[in-house]
Nanobody, 126 residues
Framework: EVQLVESGGGLVQTGGSLRLSCSAS????????IAWFRQAPGKEREGVGC????????YYTISVKGRFTISSDNAKNTVYLQMNSLKSEDTAVYYC???????????????????WGKGTLVTVSS
């Protein structure tokens, strides 16, 4: 059974930092890209970024570029989303997802993932 489990969400003040984790099991980690998505209340889900486990290439949506960093620890089958300089508009439920195409088609509106986690809530307060 494939499982993606997000953790690390919580309440943080504007300008603060938070690191989310996505632990994967049941898949061969190196064969996938791992993407992060978020969905704010009343808004559509949007892609935040993606990391290809094959070549460690990373991709980000414009609104988080320079503030968020995706990294991975293949030995632990875990991908991280380091979020710095958080803003109130970053408040959302954050999801990770596994992409058999290794981020090849990734874009902020690309949702064709193979497996999804259940999400973790990030609240940025002023």
């Amino acid at each position: 059974e494939v499982q993606l489990v997000e953790s690390g969400g919580g309440l943080v003040q504007t300008g603060g930092s938070l690191r989310l984790s996505c632990s994967a099991s049941g898949i061969t980690f190196d064969d996938y890209g791992i993407a992060w998505f978020r969905q704010a209340p009343g808004k559509e889900r949007e892609g935040v970024g993606c990391i290809s486990e094959r070549d460690s290439a990373t991709y980000y949506t414009i609104s988080v570029k320079g503030r968020f960093t995706i990294s991975s620890d293949n030995a632990k089958n875990t991908v991280y989303l380091q979020m710095n300089s958080l803003k109130s508009e970053d408040t959302a439920v954050y999801y990770c997802a596994a992409d058999v195409h290794s981020c090849r088609f990734w874009g902020p509106s690309y949702y064709d993932m193979n497996y999804w986690g259940k999400g973790t809530l990030v609240t940025v307060s002023s």
